[in-house]
């Protein structure tokens, strides 16, 4: 069973416009949680990682959500670019620690289009 | 510049041909991964390695094994490659046990294509 749910599952905006992904997860316990992006053919980078029970990080134009409580995390993407046409991944880390194991979810596939 | 390497990029196999695939990371961490990755699906874990010859299988081992013989190097084997191996395979790096929140490094793939 999928432990790490997204959506949409694919988005189209324009440039400029702010976007928002949700993942829904159900991992236990879960330490922190991840958001990637990858572009098409590329490995995936690490946009920012949130650990407290309530938090918010912030990366340039993106900023990201966790409720441990709720079980779910946002990305926001703040007047798109061109350039942030990928797919974005939400991965759930059930330790803080190498042992722990990643639970990925399959990604939204953002595109931003002129 | 911190970085892992995989290669080859592409390939292709015939079934029932052996496949090596190799990974390095310059970044001597302790902890090295290999994933593959199928439309739709997330991530999913084969194997993963804490350090030289200390290799534990993941979430979908069958049909795999792996190799580490130097920390900045890992290995990934298909004996007698399957259709359904076909597939993106991503080797990831990340420093050693004890770490928390351990950042994670990964490469650009590998597309395997078995025929």
């Known amino acids: 069973k999928t432990q790490v749910e997204q959506s949409p599952q694919s988005l189209v905006v324009r440039q400029g416009e702010n976007c928002v992904l949700q993942c829904n997860y159900s991992v236990t316990p879960d330490n922190h949680l991840r958001w990637f992006k990858q572009d098409t053919g590329k490995g995936l980078v690490s946009l920012t990682v949130l650990v407290d029970q309530k938090d918010k990080t912030s990366n340039g134009r993106y900023s990201a959500t966790l409720d441990k409580d709720a079980k779910h995390s946002t990305l926001h993407i703040t007047a798109t670019l061109l350039d942030d046409t990928a797919t974005y991944i939400c991965v759930v880390g059930d330790r803080g620690s190498a042992l722990g194991r990643l639970h990925f979810g399959a990604g939204t596939q953002l595109i931003v289009i002129p | 510049d911190m970085k892992v390497t995989q290669m080859p990029r592409y390939l292709i196999k015939r079934m029932g041909e052996n496949v090596l695939l190799e990974c390095g990371q310059d970044?001597?961490?302790?902890?090295m991964y290999w994933y593959r990755q199928d439309p739709g699906l997330g991530l999913q874990l084969i194997y993963i390695?804490?350090?030289?010859?200390?290799?534990s299988e993941g979430d979908i081992p069958k049909g795999y094994r792996v190799s580490r013989k130097k920390r900045e190097h890992f290995s990934l084997i298909l004996d007698s490659a399957k259709t359904n191996q076909t597939s993106v395979y991503f080797c990831?790096?990340?420093?050693?046990?004890?770490?928390?929140?351990?950042?994670?490094?990964f490469g650009s793939g590998t597309r395997l294509l078995v025929i």
């Open positions: 990831a790096s990340s420093p050693g046990q004890g770490v928390a929140n351990s950042d994670y490094t």
């Open positions: 390695s804490y350090d030289v010859d200390s290799n």
């Open positions: 970044m001597s961490h302790e902890t």
